[in-house]
């Protein structure tokens, strides 16, 4: 998110827009919001021209999209963490438009790390902010 915000363009943002659009009207979980989902994080990939980038981000969201991962969700997913989530794009997407890379980057490990907070505390493992909480982030590797 860092790097598209230097260089995301005006289409880019209205595609961000439409699918975000898109996510609002939807009910969660379904296989719909997970490839949502995908396409938003995708589509934020997609805007530095990296089809390596597009293809690994896409692969990690295609490990969620199986049958075990359907199921468990309807457990720990409902509209209200769907909404959050969906606030968290919109926090990323309103950074990648002002060109804030600083803030894309704070608003896409935010949203990272409460997806993580979301998945883990449903699996008794506490607090996965918490654990993390005064840790030095890892690396970030650039794929240019």
């Not at 827009?17 to 997970?34: A, E, S, Y």
């Not at 934020?44 to 390596?52: E, F, K, R, S």
């Not at 049958?67 to 950074?95: G, K, M």
């Amino acid at each position: 998110a860092e790097e598209a915000a230097q260089h995301v363009k005006a289409e880019h943002i209205r595609i961000l827009d439409k699918l975000l659009g898109r996510m609002d009207r939807q009910r969660h979980p379904t296989r719909t919001t997970i490839s949502l989902d995908r396409e938003f994080h995708t589509g934020v990939a997609a805007i530095l021209g990296n089809a390596v980038l597009v293809r690994v981000v896409g692969e990690l969201f295609d490990q969620r999209m199986n049958p075990y991962f359907e199921r468990l969700s309807s457990y720990f997913e409902d509209r209200t963490t769907w909404q959050a989530a969906l606030e968290e794009h919109r926090a990323v997407r309103d950074a990648l438009a002002a060109h804030d890379a600083s803030g894309a980057k704070a608003a896409m490990r935010h949203h990272l790390r409460l997806s993580q907070e979301r998945f883990s505390r449903n699996f008794g493992e506490g607090s996965a902010v918490a654990k993390t909480a005064g840790k030095k982030e890892p690396p970030i590797i650039h794929t240019e």
